[in-house]
């Protein structure tokens, strides 16, 4: 099994629509988690980050961690196509210094 | 402020042939990180410097990737001679405390 699982999609949306991305991992051990947008040829660039269960939200963009279910989300609302890129959870152990990554996910919202 | 850059953004090689990856980080960031892509799969992490020490290289895939960092400044990946799986995207990140900055990437091709 690996340590972090992502549905690597495409996933397709309408312009407006909210975007769900989902992470699931293995290890109780993993307490850092972020995501990262990937657009094509391109290095990831931080989205967001958090260490805790429950919601962080910033602008449009949501990441729910829940620890007890070893599941993570990021939402989009209000998705434009600006947002098409291949998003990217990266989790991290207690005391480690390197990130976990999921495949990704390719999203693509089309106007 | 400028972000991580790396250089080349592309190189193609000869199977056996050597090259080389640069890496410079955020002014200022002690932490200095290797990851890789290869086709199809996971971004994962290869090694992990802070300062001009290697503190993490569990993920060198073999012994002939060498790394260095000398004088804790920007950092080089060596890869010699070069496989045929070698191929794929080789990302360089820096952080000062938990977030990590990702570069462009170098897309290496091995023929």
């Known amino acids: 099994q690996k340590e972090v699982e992502q549905d690597p999609g495409p996933l397709s949306v309408p312009e407006g629509a909210i975007v769900s991305l989902n992470c699931t991992y293995s290890n109780s051990a993993f307490q850092y988690f972020m995501w990262y947008r990937q657009y094509s040829r391109k290095g990831p660039e931080l989205l967001m980050y958090t260490y805790s269960s429950g919601n962080k939200e910033d602008g449009r963009f949501t990441a729910q961690v829940d620890k007890s279910s070893k599941y993570i989300s990021l939402f989009i609302r209000d998705s434009q196509p600006s947002d098409s890129a291949t998003y990217l959870c990266?989790?991290?152990?207690?005391?480690?210094?390197?990130?976990?990554f999921g495949p990704g996910t390719r999203l693509s919202v089309l106007p | 402020e400028a972000g991580v850059t790396q250089f080349p953004s592309h190189s193609v090689i000869e199977k056996g042939q050597t090259v080389t990856l640069r890496c410079d980080p955020i002014s200022g960031h002690d932490n200095l990180y290797w990851y890789r892509r290869v086709m199809g799969k996971e971004i994962k992490f290869l090694l992990h410097f802070v300062k001009e020490s290697k503190q993490d290289e569990s993920g060198m895939p073999n012994n002939r990737f060498l790394a260095e960092r000398t004088g804790g400044t920007y950092s080089t990946l060596k890869v010699q001679p070069a496989e045929l799986e070698d191929s794929g995207v080789y990302f360089c990140a820096s952080s000062q405390v938990d977030t990590q900055y990702f570069g462009p990437g170098t897309r290496l091709t091995v023929l």
């Open positions: 990266a989790i991290r152990r207690i005391g480690g210094q390197n990130f976990v």
